[in-house]
């Protein structure tokens, strides 16, 4: 669900050299060499090549997914600030089968200092349940799994 949707409407996919997903130097001069408008990762990457010197390099219409990793309104505004000049989307797929499921638009104009971000909305034509320890389903508000 993230390599050929790209592809099919002639978009390239950049990958990190091995080892190089972790590495602000080379993640940023990708980021510049390349024209990066999409960029799918883990907030804690992004904040670390958001706060790197390189980090001008990538500015521009950044398109960014952001998973794995539950997010603060505080890097919200970080990232925003540091990278994004395009949109930002909060997205959760389980990791067994590395898709995602929900998405949620992450405005700065929505995003106080006590916003608790949420996962998002199902995507199109998907449910999605919150179930306790017995798979029972959960009402609206209630943490679960």
């Known amino acids: 669900s993230q390599v050929f949707p790209p592809l ?6 950049v990958l990190a050299r091995p080892g190089g ?3 602000p ?21 992004m904040l670390m090549v958001a706060q790197h010197q390189g980090a001008k390099l ?10 794995g990793e539950a997010l603060t309104p505080a ?15 909060n997205v959760y797929g389980p990791t067994e089968g ?4 929900t998405r949620g638009k992450l405005l700065p104009k929505d995003i106080a200092p006590d916003t608790v971000i949420t996962i998002g909305s199902p995507l199109d034509n998907a449910h999605t349940y919150v179930v306790d320890e017995h ?5 609206i508000g209630v943490p679960g799994q």
Do not use: F
Not at 58 to 67: F, N, Q, S
């Open 58 to 67: 990538c500015k521009g219409a950044i398109t960014m997914e952001l998973g």
């Open 21 to 23: 997903h972790t590495d």
């Open 25 to 45: 130097d080379h993640l940023t001069e990708l980021c510049a060499r390349t024209g990066i408008t999409y960029w799918i990762n883990v907030k804690s990457i």
């Open 135 to 139: 798979m029972q389903l959960l009402p």
């Open 75 to 89: 890097a919200v505004r970080e990232l925003y600030g540091g990278l994004s000049g395009g949109k930002m989307y």
């Open 8 to 13: 099919c409407v002639g978009a390239r996919i």
């Open 98 to 101: 590395t898709v995602q499921c």
